[in-house]
């Protein structure tokens, strides 16, 4: 979590919402690192974890990641959580909850979804804090500017 | 709806889910067309509309297509709805509706969601006899193989 921290501060230093999110494989080596690039790209599917789970897909070369773990800073999104499921990611490890726009504990919670044919071991809430904190103070500088 | 066919059947011939997808603008002008490619990049994201949307956006240039119509042969999953709401697509219609990984009519349905902060226009069961015929031939010849 702590890079997937880095790479979310370093994400709103660009001027990007800060999320990080980092994959590693089942020896916790890292596979692939990312930031929200969505305003850098202009793409709004440039979602730190998707960026971070097609790095890892691209580096491995190999179809699904089910021994690996997706560590991001914020709650996926269904795009992202459709992407987990899609990619057979083992494990997410997420920090802030997301009550707007998250997909796995808030909304559609895909997860529980009978037509989520994967569901990966879900821990939410590690160094909740920390990821929260970097996104308030992120908006909250917006809003002042 | 018939350019999305055509591409559906020639992923079929490739050996790919005969899935095709294509993006028009508000003038009916085709921006982007595309076929599932997961087999061939061995990659479970490369969904038609996926990468039919990403297509029509760097095309574009442009963060959203509000005023964008996708058309695909079968009823968008999770992570391709998902896309489409990122998107802000203005318009989607599809063919075959798909009961085991639809996020649109079934399991999810995304569209209805507090969460999911745009909603498409959605007209679905377009030529979807078709649309369905080409996926059940498709998975009735590979398991006769």
Do not use: W
């Amino acid at each position: 979590m702590q890079l997937a921290l880095d790479a979310a501060r370093r994400a709103a230093l660009a001027g990007e919402v800060p999320v990080g999110a980092v994959v590693t494989d089942a020896a916790g080596a890292v596979l692939a690192m990312a930031a929200n690039q969505v305003e850098a790209g202009q793409n709004p599917t440039s979602h730190a974890e998707f960026l971070a789970l097609s790095a890892a897909r691209a580096a491995r070369g190999s179809k699904y990641l089910a021994d690996c773990t997706l560590t991001v800073t914020l709650e996926p999104c269904a795009f992202c959580a459709g992407a987990i499921a899609a990619l057979r990611v083992g494990k997410l490890v997420f920090g802030a909850y997301d009550p707007k726009t998250g997909a796995v504990e808030h909304g559609p919670r895909l997860f529980t979804q009978a037509t989520t044919h994967h569901k990966p071991e879900v821990i939410g809430g590690v160094r909740e804090q920390e990821s929260a904190a970097l996104l308030r103070e992120f908006f909250e500088t917006r809003r002042d500017a």
